[in-house]
């Protein structure tokens, strides 16, 4: 991968509360290439959406970005200013949220909730932008397009709300799509529909994905390559089945065994001992995983390890990996 | 052999406000005649997607609901009959006890620890004096892997994991016969969900404790479960030993579950997609089969007549006029 | 659609109770209001009993009710014992006095609070922030009657700017020819822009004072609804996908802000009803507030009980527009 | 409530106080007015009905701090003795709606069904009266004593404490704890006073200590009409209504003290009510 599409390096990102300054993400650095499906895979508290937010430029008030690049094409989306980020998000990347429902705006029609994006984007006449919307809601395959763009989100399914928030997403043919856990909530039949939608224009439209997820499984089936992360760091990036096969950092060892989907028998589940650091903590130990970690050397606590650009075609974060 | 638990043709309609004053109300049928057996010491898995009634059938269990129709045999005695106020103060009460989906909402936030696994044991072992009373909690903050120490504290001021540890122990302070398990994980993290999964399956183990154990996620019922129950709309469409299921489901809609499931397993079923939304539960037809609109073998006869829940195989129940042909007809799954 | 004429049905039972209530409340009045003839020391019983006749106080309570409700059905509200007068004529003449101050004051309330609501919330944090906070619980602190006098002492004695607070007009002009019975629309409407200064003159120190007074919920729910809006996903998403600024706060944010506060400005006229009593004293206001207080120390019940009825019913009404106005915005509302 | 929930709850309101200076100000200026309302007949200088026909419509003096009124009354001991009777019929038109109402609003809450409906029914008739005008009416109604002053403001609030108190039960009452505390063996009684009334405790004191400064208003507002206490009482709204008489002339001592005095007093009580919000709401609490 010479030159990727989206390169994050070296991503710090503190949150201010009432109780502290958390630690969010420290040093996290991954890229994601051309037409490529990436699976960013963590438990809550990992810090994955945060990274999706900083890409995107939406995280809220109490956050602040203390160092890092988000190099897009090249261009350094941190050193965007307002104007030229409105300009790039939404048309070169864009995202889709957990709750498809709560994502959409509540008392405006579907259909003018595309078309708010589309004339955004693209200098059109209204009939053009209409004919687009149609498309758009054509392309994530809803039954009935010109009677549902006049519809409100909450006449709509989970399903389908979910679809026009890709409709949304995809209605300027991005070339990244951040899917921020886009089926949790929705049920097993619908996640699927929704999973292989978004896998299948992401292909046609030569868009790469993001898609972050806990769910190791769904990561598994639709990605090409998996980034695994824990407490604020990336630990482990490799193609998809060079990690589930042979995962090295013990996290994502420990992190497999304990999937259902991934077993046999209830006997082979496993689960991971301890619990994550309190991300508050000043002296939070170089490894975040040292405390739970069966591995661990003296050296994990005496030196700390950057997992760096991660360029290598399995990297992972650990002094003495599987 | 009675069964521990027996629900024969249990129904739970709800009356919905009419729209307009003095029209009939219409009835939202959200389970629509039920049969269902659990054995003493069996674990079995309900199942289905969100809306189709399992939630409700697992409070009708538990009685915290009263049917509207049909018997809920607990060792071959009726106790659906009973008001859910006065089961709450029979001998059975303490046999059957349940586990939240929600383990934030479901402790009351200003009890510590303690006195939430205490409090059914105080109303339910009234004799138990105080230090039996202590005796009790420790064992059972113990059997869930719950430490001591923190039984002084408040919700609030406990992880994720450990909460769900309350809410278990809670449930098993009473000693119970029944547990019922309402999505007990979906609220946790993988790494956590194993560690419950195992202590439900231990706890079934080394007492004998029945489970009902609801979910939406077909592989963790097929760890835990040995029966499994699926439901489509208010009915049971397709139930027995899970390993058969998995197997070999018969229904379209277990077809289309287990084909969903995203897994990194070989062979795995060709995905059948579910297209469309399902039909509404508020009065439906009672001559059509529920699954009308999604199903991927539909035929006239689908529209004009509900299937029965019949016999496949000795143990092995399924509610589609073409179950055999769901059989034969597509590629078996694992 | 359905949603709107349920609304519209609900309301009568309410309407009903409502009647019910005034009904209930002045019959239960201390004073016989016969015995406000009896003052007259040229009556005898007998005269007094015949007032209670001609008044119908002497039939048996459901009755009476009846006799009311037929009254109302015909636009009767009764007569005023203390001026003789119909209550209906008392009304008409004195209602657009209040009706003027109570627009001119909510106009004045919402075109303050919405702008420093809002500004509050796009900067939490920031001086116009705290400066929103400290204005929503001052308000909300004030007695409008000891903000009127405030005012009064201030503009009218100190710095002599204000009109002496003695009604609706100087007393040596003439009001201008009934057409709303508002006099700045009727100065408006013959020409006079002399008299169209003079009304708004003597108008606007007891309106600023209710507006004072009503500046507080309604800046409190402004900025309250905005932040929370401006916090949720929908938002996020329309960040994401790059929309302008301005569309997200006016498209996006603020309709959606816009549900809450309507509601608020329901309650907040409604209040202002109330408030009016007050204020309207305090100026010698000659609107219905002032007089209805008249008619409680004279314990003149029929205009009291026209007051309560016409009062609930101008609630009533605001809060059906209310719901009318939510269900535009709203389309879950309205269905 | 367990020793860390004490030390826990202790934790938050230091964290409260302290974070907010304005908070101390409330607190300190609440305490002030009580021990005002508790010992005023002893601090004061002059006796608050003694008429001195000598000392008329005098200023702000050294003798007479807030100077004196028509008859030549102390208007800083009235507005001194003043303060126990306000406070008392606030608290007392609080406390007794926020006692009736809560319990009615959590009985038609818990059990729905018929009176649910004929309750919010008679709820929807009072709350369609402007609260002043219908207070204004029962006091009239009822007879113009002070007792009657506390009920009609307790009445006009009954409603929202109903409302409340109703809306928090329904939302509750679907909670898991409550359907845990069933499984548990709990009967309805148990449920609502052990887990549904101790949780909504919260909101309710909230919306009582927000009131008070709202009942104060209204009490004032009422016998600033005539309505209520009578003449020679001193209390802060008769006491503006006849200091009103002199504002034009320029009199302002005689309304301007009380109209501070009540002025301070609810604004002490709003500030007091936010602050309670931040200790009580559980979201300040993560």
């Excluded at chain 4, 309101?13 to 908070?23: A, F, I, Q, Y």
């Excluded at chain 4, 009124?69 to 038109?93: E, K």
Aim: aromatic share 6%; with cysteine.
């Amino acid at each position: 991968m010479t030159n990727p599409l989206l390169a994050v390096k070296d991503l710090t990102v503190d949150f201010i509360t009432r109780h502290g300054t958390v630690h969010v993400l420290d040093d996290v650095s991954f890229d994601i290439g051309d037409g490529e499906i990436v699976g960013i895979i963590g438990e809550s508290g990992s810090g994955k959406s945060v990274t999706a937010y900083s890409i995107m430029g939406i995280l809220d008030h109490a956050a602040r970005i203390r160092s890092g690049e988000i190099l897009f094409q090249g261009r350094d989306v941190l050193g965007m200013n307002r104007s030229e980020l409105d300009r790039w998000r939404g048309k070169a990347a864009s995202i889709i949220f957990q709750n498809p429902r709560t994502a959409l705006n509540p008392i405006r029609s579907v259909g003018d909730q595309i078309a708010d994006v589309l004339a955004r984007h693209t200098p059109a006449r209204a009939s053009e932008i209409r004919a687009k919307t149609i498309d758009a809601l054509k392309q994530v395959r809803i039954p009935d397009p010109e009677r549902r763009s006049k519809a409100y989100p909450f006449e709509l399914s989970g399903g389908l709300c979910q679809r026009i928030g890709i409709a949304i997403a995809l209605a300027c043919a991005p070339r990244l799509l951040i899917a921020d856990e886009p089926t949790t909530g929705l049920d097993v039949t619908t996640q699927a529909v929704i999973m292989d939608l978004i896998r299948n224009l992401a292909r046609e439209q030569k868009t790469s994905v993001a898609l972050i997820t806990h769910d190791v499984a769904l990561a598994s089936e639709y990605c090409d390559r998996l980034i695994i992360m824990h407490a604020g760091h990336v630990v482990e990036v490799a193609p998809t089945a060079e990690i589930i096969d042979h995962p090295r950092h013990p996290y994502t060892a420990q992190l497999l065994r304990s999937v259902p989907s991934l077993v046999d028998s209830i006997g082979e589940l496993q689960a991971i001992r301890g619990s994550l650091p309190d991300l508050r903590r000043a002296d939070l130990p170089f490894c975040r995983f040292a405390e739970r970690c069966d591995r661990r050397l003296p050296i994990c606590d005496a030196e700390r390890l950057h997992l760096g650009p991660a360029l290598e075609r399995h990297a992972v974060a650990c002094r003495n990996p599987l | 052999m009675t069964a521990l638990l027996e629900a024969r043709n249990l129904k739970k309609h709800f009356k919905l406000a009419a729209k307009w004053p003095f029209s009939t109300p219409p009835k939202l049928h959200a389970v629509d005649g039920v049969d269902l057996v659990i054995n003493a010491g069996e674990a079995v898995g309900l199942v289905g997607e969100s809306g189709c009634g399992k939630s409700t059938l697992s409070r009708l269990v538990s009685r915290l609901l009263d049917p509207t129709e049909g018997q809920l045999l607990l060792e071959g005695e009726d106790i659906g009959r009973l008001s859910t106020a006065r089961f709450a103060r029979s001998e059975q009460r303490r046999l059957i006890q349940m586990v939240f989906q929600d383990p934030t909402e479901s402790l009351n936030p200003l009890f510590s620890a303690f006195d939430l696994i205490a409090d059914p044991a105080r109303m339910l072992l009234p004799r138990a004096g105080k230090a039996e009373l202590r005796r009790r909690v420790e064992a059972a903050a113990q059997a869930v892997n719950l430490p001591l120490a923190l039984l002084e504290r408040l919700p609030h001021q406990l992880s994720g994991g450990q909460k769900a540890r309350v809410g278990i122990a809670r449930a098993i302070v009473v000693e119970p016969r029944l547990l019922v398990l309402d999505e007990p994980t979906s609220a946790l993290d993988v790494s956590v969900q194993a560690t419950v999964l195992q202590l439900l399956d231990q706890l079934r183990r080394e007492r004998g404790i029945a489970l009902l154990f609801v979910s939406h996620d077909l592989n963790v019922v097929r760890l835990l479960c040995s029966q499994i129950v699926v439901m489509y709309l208010g009915q049971v469409v397709e139930r027995g030993p899970s390993t058969e299921i998995y197997a070999n489901p018969a229904h379209p809609y277990t077809r289309a579950l287990l084909s969903a499931i995203p897994t990194l397993r070989p062979g795995k079923l060709e995905r059948i997609k579910l297209e469309g939304d399902p039909l509404s539960p508020i009065s439906p037809s009672s001559t059509q089969c529920r699954f009308c609109g999604r199903c991927p073998i539909e035929r006239a006869q689908c529209r004009t007549s509900m299937p029965a829940l019949r016999e496949l195989a000795p143990g092995r129940q399924v509610r589609c006029h073409f179950a055999e042909e769901a059989l034969t007809g597509l590629p078996a799954a694992v | 659609m359905t949603g709107i004429v349920l609304r519209l049905l609900s309301a009568i039972p309410t309407l009903f109770g409502v009647v019910l209530v005034t009904f209930l409340i002045t019959r239960v009045l201390p004073g016989d209001p016969a015995v406000f003839f009896a003052s007259n020391p040229s009556m005898t019983t007998q005269d007094i009993e015949a007032v209670r006749q001609s008044l119908g106080l002497d039939k048996p309570l459901p009755e009476q009710f009846l006799i009311y409700l037929g009254g109302l059905l015909h636009g009767d509200l009764g007569n005023s014992l203390s001026t003789g007068q119909k209550v209906v004529t008392e009304f008409a003449n004195r209602l657009p006095a209040s009706a003027e101050l109570t627009f001119l004051a909510f106009f004045i309330a919402i075109g303050v609070s919405l702008p420093l609501g809002i500004a509050a919330a796009l900067r939490p944090g920031s001086l116009i922030d705290h400066l929103s906070r400290v204005i929503a619980t001052l308000g909300v602190s004030m007695p409008t009657f000891v903000t009127g006098l405030l005012l009064i002492f201030f503009f009218y004695f100190v710095l002599g700017v204000a009109p002496e607070p003695i009604g609706r007009l100087d007393p040596f002009m003439f009001e201008p020819d009934r057409v709303t019975g508002l006099y700045t629309i009727d100065a408006l409407i013959a020409g006079d822009l002399e008299l169209f200064a003079a009304a708004l003159k003597q108008m606007i120190l007891p309106a600023v004072t209710m507006a004072l007074f009503a500046l507080a919920p309604l800046t409190r729910m402004a900025r309250a609804s905005m932040l929370e809006v401006l916090g949720s996903e929908f938002i996020r998403t329309a960040r994401a996908s790059g929309l302008s600024r301005r569309k997200i706060i006016m498209t996006y944010a603020f309709r959606n802000a816009l549900l809450p506060i309507v509601t608020t400005m329901g309650m907040t006229f409604s209040y202002m009803l109330g408030a009016n009593v007050l204020v309207e004293r305090v100026f010698s206001w000659p609107g219905v507030g002032a007089f209805a207080v008249d008619s409680i120390i004279n314990l003149d019940y029929a205009p009291l009980q026209g007051f309560m009825l016409v009062m609930a019913g101008i609630f009533i009404v605001v809060n059906l527009t209310t719901d009318v106005v939510v269900a535009l915005i709203d389309p879950r509302a309205s269905r | 409530m367990s020793a860390s929930a004490m030390r826990e709850r202790i934790q938050v309101v230091r964290h409260v106080v302290l974070g907010n200076p304005l908070n101390i100000v409330a607190f300190g200026l609440f305490l002030l007015i009580l021990l005002v309302a508790i010992l005023a007949p002893s601090l004061v200088p002059h006796d608050p009905l003694k008429t001195n026909p000598a000392h008329t419509l005098q200023g702000p003096s050294a003798e007479f701090w807030f100077g004196t009124d028509q008859l030549g009354r102390d208007i800083f001991a009235r507005v001194m003795i003043a303060t126990r009777l306000d406070l008392m019929i606030a608290f007392g038109a609080v406390t007794l709606s926020c006692l009736v109402g809560s319990i009615i609003g959590a009985m038609i809450g818990y059990w729905g069904g018929f009176w649910d409906g004929a309750v919010s029914r008679m709820v929807d008739v009072l709350m369609a009266f402007p609260l002043f005008v219908l207070a204004l009416a029962m006091v009239a109604a009822l007879g113009n004593t002070v007792a009657n002053v506390v009920y009609a403001t307790a009445v006009v609030n009954l409603p929202f404490y109903i409302r409340l108190a109703r809306n928090e039960m329904r939302v509750r009452r679907g909670l898991g704890y409550v359907e845990a505390a069933r499984v548990g063996g709990s009967g309805d009684w148990r449920i609502l006073t052990r887990f549904l009334i101790p949780n909504m405790a919260a909101p309710l004191v909230i919306q009582a200590s927000v009131n008070l400064g709202w009942a104060v208003l209204n009490a004032a507002g009422l016998s600033f009409l005539g309505l209520g206490v009578r003449a020679p009482t001193p209390e802060w709204g008769i006491m503006v209504a006849e200091g009103a008489r002199f504002i034009s002339s320029g009199q302002w001592w005689v309304a301007v003290f009380p109209g501070l005095a009540l002025l301070i007093a609810v604004f002490v009580f709003n500030l007091m009510g936010d602050a309670l919000r931040d200790i009580l709401d559980p979201r300040m609490r993560t």
